[in-house]
């Protein structure tokens, strides 16, 4: 599971789509006018974000299976 979220080109301003998986990954994504953005998961939130996304999955999964 991953969740999107739209950020700020720090060096245009122009909206940036990003994923919580992507910052966990690391990854670079680029803005509609061609900047690289390394994501940087500074203080480990975004890896946070991601085991709690797979936890609500797997809640979301057993839910279904009781149905
Ligand atoms: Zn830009």
């Given at each position: 599971m991953d969740l999107d979220?739209?950020?700020e080109c720090p060096e245009c301003g122009a909206p940036v789509k990003?994923?919580?998986g992507a910052v966990a990954k690391g990854q670079t994504v680029r803005c509609s006018r061609g900047h690289?953005?390394?994501m940087e998961d500074k203080d480990g939130g975004a890896r946070k974000?991601?085991?709690s996304l797979n936890r609500m999955e797997r809640a979301f999964k057993k839910i279904g299976r009781i149905r």
């Open positions: 979220f739209t950020t990003a994923s919580i690289r953005i390394a974000a991601q085991r």
